[in-house]
Nanobody, 115 residues
Framework: VQLVESGGGLVQPGGSLRLSCAAS????????MSWYRQAPGKGRELVAR????????NYADSVKGRFTISRDNAKNTVYLQMNSLKPEDAAVYYC?????????WGQGTQVTVSS
């Protein structure tokens, strides 16, 4: 089982990034997919979640209207489009796959928001 995040990096406040998470080794279309983030000295928080079929996305209040989660079950990939980035969005972003008692995590990708 692998979840490989990509797309992180350094961006100025107000900028955009698109994170990707490529999944392999399990039946991707069965799993709800989520993005979490963890900033230094803070706990891991849920950013966005999408159902196995791609419906009913939900978001943390802090990112509503700025971030969009989507998935492509044909490509076994989930995305997080992040717009209007703020310094407080800086964190390591993790991809998560969850179904029944199965729970998988990626290694994370760093997002830095700074001028």
């Amino acid at each position: 089982v692998q979840l490989v995040e990509s797309g992180g990096g350094l961006v100025q406040p107000g900028g955009s990034l698109r994170l990707s998470c490529a999944a392999s080794g399990f039946t991707f279309s069965n799993y709800a997919m989520s993005w979490y983030r963890q900033a230094p000295g803070k706990g891991r928080e849920l950013v966005a979640r999408i159902t196995s079929a791609g419906g009913s996305p939900n978001y943390a209040d802090s990112v509503k209207g700025r971030f969009t989660i989507s998935r492509d079950n044909a490509k076994n990939t989930v995305y997080l489009q992040m717009n209007s980035l703020k310094p407080e969005d800086a964190a390591v972003y993790y991809c998560n796959a969850h179904w029944k008692w199965f729970d998988y995590w990626g290694q994370g990708t760093q997002v830095t928001v700074s001028s």
